[in-house]
């Protein structure tokens, strides 16, 4: 089983900055990409950002270019998303998740690709 223990979320107002943490345990914890994703209230989970662990690929959807910054640390097995210049728009509960396995090919944009999922953590952008 692997653990992930989001952390990091909290109220700030627009245009301000958080930084969100992933913690993952697990004796099979054995990531190929590790991604963030977002859930408001009333709306579907969507893909936020997403990197591979073992070189430097990222994704990010549109809307949060130039704006959040998805790192890891290998060494602590610990996930980062950097998000400047938050939009009450941003408001949401925002999951940790990894695809444990290697795969040939794989959309990480979709959450049928993902194995494991952190209880998640609020942040909420006030205007």
């Known amino acids: 089983q692997v653990q992930l223990v989001e952390s990091g979320g909290g109220l700030v107002q627009a245009g301000g900055s958080l930084r969100l943490s992933c913690a993952a345990s697990?004796?099979?914890?054995?990531?190929?990409?590790m991604g963030w994703f977002r859930q408001a209230p009333g709306k579907e989970r969507e893909f936020v950002a997403a990197?591979?662990?073992?070189?430097?690929?990222?994704s990010y959807t549109d809307s949060v270019k130039d704006r959040f910054t998805i790192s890891r640390d290998n060494a602590k097995n610990t996930l980062y998303l950097q998000m400047n210049t938050l939009k009450p728009e941003d408001t949401a509960v925002y999951y940790c998740?990894?695809?444990?396995?290697?795969?040939?090919?794989?959309?990480?944009?979709?959450?049928?690709?993902?194995?494991?999922w952190g209880q998640g953590t609020q942040v909420t952008v006030s205007s």
């Open positions: 998740t990894v695809i444990n396995t290697w795969k040939l090919s794989s959309d990480w944009t979709r959450r049928s690709e993902y194995d494991y």
């Open positions: 697990g004796r099979t914890f054995s990531p190929y990409v």
């Open positions: 990197i591979s662990w073992g070189d430097f690929r990222t």
